[in-house]
Structure formats: structure tokens, C-alpha cells
């Protein structure tokens, strides 16, 4: 194992940990929405999405609101940047936690993929 890949390996595992003390979503929240609404230039939104697949995957059921909303102001937008091929795998591992802890957002992410990502057409 390269230092590189030990080195990501140590951040994600320690970001991971400090989320139960006092890392929340809406840090990520900011984070996302410079990148996608602002810059587009963000190295590591792969590895970000990775650890909140991890973290999505932990959550209680039945879904905070502020979860959901992660998932519709956040992880849906995503899909409409440039970059996606970037990230696809992780983003689409995120998006299936949530539909694996609630299959009830499925119509409703459905609508907004189709609606353009979150965005009105037509």
C-alpha cells in the first residue's frame, strides 16, 4: 500500500469518527453546493460521498427530515455537474442507502431525476 492510499485511507477513518461528535450534515451541505453551484473545482467530492455512503448507511430509520433534505438539495444536484463520471459510483452508493433505508423516497427521486435534477423544466 502506497502512503498516498494509506494517508486517505487514515483521513476518511478519522472524519468518520469525528461525524458522531460533531461533524454534521450540513458541513457537507456547504461543501457540495460551492461545488455545484459555484466552482465545479472540488478534489475529493469521491471520497467525501464515499465516507457518507458509510454514514447514510448508519442512519435510523424512519429518516430525519434533514436527511431527506441532504438528499434532495445535495446528493440529487449532484447529478447535473460535469464531473459526475468523476464520482458516479460513490454518488449512486449514497443514493442507494437512502432508497434501501426508505424505499418510499423512490417515487419522489424518481420525479426529481426526470424533472431535471432538481431543477424545473418546461
Same mark, same amino acid.
Given at each position: 500500500?502506497?502512503?498516498?492510499?494509506?494517508?486517505?485511507?487514515?483521513?476518511?477513518?478519522?472524519?468518520?469518527?469525528?461525524?458522531?461528535?460533531?461533524?454534521?450534515?450540513n458541513c457537507c451541505t456547504d461543501?457540495?453546493?460551492?461545488?455545484?453551484?459555484?466552482?465545479?473545482?472540488?478534489?475529493? #467530492?469521491?471520497?467525501?460521498?464515499?465516507?457518507?455512503?458509510?454514514?447514510?448507511?448508519?442512519?435510523?430509520?424512519?429518516?430525519?427530515?434533514?436527511?431527506?433534505?441532504?438528499?434532495n438539495r445535495v446528493l440529487i444536484?449532484?447529478?447535473?455537474?460535469?464531473?459526475?463520471?468523476?464520482?458516479?459510483a460513490q454518488l449512486a452508493y449514497? #443514493?442507494?442507502?437512502?432508497?434501501?433505508?426508505?424505499?418510499?423516497?423512490?417515487?419522489?427521486?424518481?420525479?426529481?431525476?426526470?424533472?431535471?435534477?432538481?431543477?424545473?423544466?418546461?
Amino acid at each position: 500500500m502506497t502512503f498516498a492510499k494509506f494517508s486517505q485511507i487514515f483521513i476518511c477513518s478519522v472524519i468518520f469518527m469525528c461525524y458522531g461528535c460533531w461533524f454534521s450534515l450540513n458541513c457537507c451541505t456547504d461543501t457540495h453546493f460551492r461545488f455545484i453551484y459555484e466552482t465545479e473545482k472540488f478534489n475529493g #467530492v469521491a471520497e467525501l460521498l464515499e465516507i457518507l455512503g458509510s454514514i447514510i448507511n448508519g442512519f435510523a430509520l424512519p429518516l430525519k427530515t434533514e436527511h431527506q433534505q441532504f438528499l434532495n438539495r445535495v446528493l440529487i444536484p449532484l447529478h447535473k455537474t460535469k464531473a459526475l463520471a468523476q464520482y458516479q459510483a460513490q454518488l449512486a452508493y449514497c #443514493v442507494v442507502q437512502f432508497l434501501e433505508k426508505d424505499p418510499e423516497l423512490t417515487e419522489q427521486l424518481n420525479n426529481l431525476l426526470v424533472q431535471g435534477v432538481g431543477g424545473g423544466s418546461t
